[in-house]
């Protein structure tokens, strides 16, 4: 379905005339029973499907495959694509007034402008930051706490996800804040629950153990990962455990960090360890992790290579509460996609304080050594069978497109190579997330990332010295 991403990956890159898109799709399965999907909410669009934000601030992001798809709408009513009559048009306009559009064609830099800044830091006023710019959701805040403590920057954030249904800061964010100051001993203003409008004044790194628990399934991941460089650059050892959802929907499960993140942090010189001390799942979360630093560590440039051969897939599926048998379904159905490649396929069934399942593949280089993880999460009324195709199809696309990271890792890997001060990689989709990521980095750090469309769903990403 790669004509349907390009569409909406054109309308993207030209001024986010993604939000004047619709996107009708198949609703409940009845004829002619359409659900209609504003392209604002789209978070990425995937080799397989497009993610979407939440309806409301407490319902859960979610994931419309392709195949679903019955038509895409522009401003006006006109028709971009229809299941029966394919694509109606190349381009896209904004109905906005346009920003210098972006150009896209192969070798080209992708030029974006999201309008994160709304006033640049001075010695005697903070950086403010407009946070419903871009992506507009809690990337914004993770990404200015992060480099907030990690530069020494005070910030304000401004319209926090104010385009969301209900607006301001939700529970899992107020721990990513909690956790922050807890660490650095910052300032905060504003850090209550709903609050459109934050101040964050950091203090000095605090070395020693930290503890905070997200609350039901909130992602123990982005909270880690939150205060990992900040952490890392403590003069002394450090240690924090964080209790919430490690196998959540919509935030890197703990394979993903164990597995992918962890190696390529610690290649750029952090001196961090990971453990899982047991696993939650949505919704009841009560998982545990604890990150260990060494400090004191000093980062190093990463530059990755195009992808090389790949070592054996591990194909693995966890269930608590549930037959295993859902697992082994899983399995089974991604193979059944990748009967071109070794696999190596095991099942687990673990204990939690409720129910859950989750599945991944795990894609080592063996030339690189660089490692891709792709996940899913079971959910009730899907079934087990399209969890596994779908993270296969996920695979396939990374592998087809001969990139070095898949789009989660990418964006993850921009801070690192920020704060560095070099570093590059490819990868096969560049999320909003990830453009968005780009401007806050480079309000911080006065680096500026950039972005090549290398064609072949290959993109180019450098910071160079």
């Not at 240690?239 to 750029?268: C, E, K, Q, S, Y």
């Not at 089974?332 to 304080?353: F, G, K, N, Y």
Request: hydrophobic share 45%; glycine share 12%; charged share 20%.
């Amino acid at each position: 379905m790669s004509t349907l991403r390009d569409i909406l990956n054109r309308a993207r890159w030209r001024d986010a005339g993604l939000h004047a898109l619709e996107v009708h799709v198949v609703h409940r399965g009845a004829p002619g029973d359409r659900r209609v999907i504003s392209g604002g909410r789209i978070t990425a669009a995937t080799a397989t499907g497009i993610q979407l934000a939440p309806e409301t601030d407490e319902g859960d992001a979610s994931f419309v495959p392709y195949h679903r798809f019955l038509a895409i709408v522009g401003p006006g009513g006109a028709e971009l694509w229809t299941k029966e009559g394919g694509e109606r048009a190349r381009t896209v306009e904004a109905h906005t007034p346009p920003r210098p559009a972006a150009r896209v064609e192969q070798g080209e830099e992708i030029v974006t402008s999201h309008g994160v800044v709304l006033r640049e830091a001075t010695d005697s006023s903070p950086l403010v930051i407009d946070g419903s710019a871009g992506e507009g959701g809690g990337q914004v805040l993770r990404s200015s706490l992060a480099l907030s403590m990690a530069t020494g920057t005070p910030f304000v954030l401004e319209k926090i996800r104010a385009g969301r249904n209900k607006p301001g800061l939700m529970r899992q964010h107020l721990t990513c804040v909690k956790a922050a100051a807890l660490v650095c001993g910052a300032h905060v203003e504003g850090a209550a629950l709903r609050s459109s409008r934050l101040v964050f004044r950091p203090g000095a790194i605090a070395s020693g153990e930290h503890a905070v628990d997200v609350g039901s399934a909130g992602s123990v991941s982005l909270v880690l990962q939150t205060v990992a460089y900040a952490l890392a650059q403590c003069p002394a050892p450090s240690r924090i455990t964080v209790r919430g959802g490690t196998h959540a929907r919509w935030a890197p499960p703990f394979p993903f960090l164990d597995h992918a993140w962890l190696p390529l942090a610690r290649r750029a010189g952090l001196g961090l360890a990971l453990e899982l001390v047991s696993p939650g799942f949505y919704p009841a979360g009560g998982g545990e992790v604890t990150l260990a630093s060494d400090g004191a560590s000093a980062l190093t440039a990463l530059h990755l290579p195009d992808r090389g051969d790949l070592a054996t897939l591990e194909l693995r599926a966890i269930v608590s509460g549930l037959s295993e048998g859902i697992a082994r379904r899983e399995l089974a159905a991604a193979a059944e996609l990748l009967t071109d490649t070794p696999i190596d396929m095991a099942t687990e069934s673990v204990r939690s304080p409720g129910p859950g399942n989750a599945m991944w593949i795990v894609a080592r280089d063996a030339t690189s050594g660089v490692t891709n993880v792709f996940s899913g999460i079971g959910d009730v009324g899907v079934a087990a069978e399209d969890i596994g195709r779908d993270v296969a199809k996920a695979f396939s696309a990374w592998r087809d497109s001969g990139a070095s990271v898949e789009g989660h890792l990418a964006d993850q890997l921009m801070l690192p190579i920020a704060l560095a001060g070099e570093g590059s990689f490819t990868t096969n989709e560049l999320t909003l997330h990830a453009t968005t990521n780009m401007e806050v980095i480079a309000a911080f750090t006065g680096r500026r990332l950039r972005a090549w469309d290398l064609g072949g769903s290959r993109v180019r990403v450098a910071l160079e010295p």
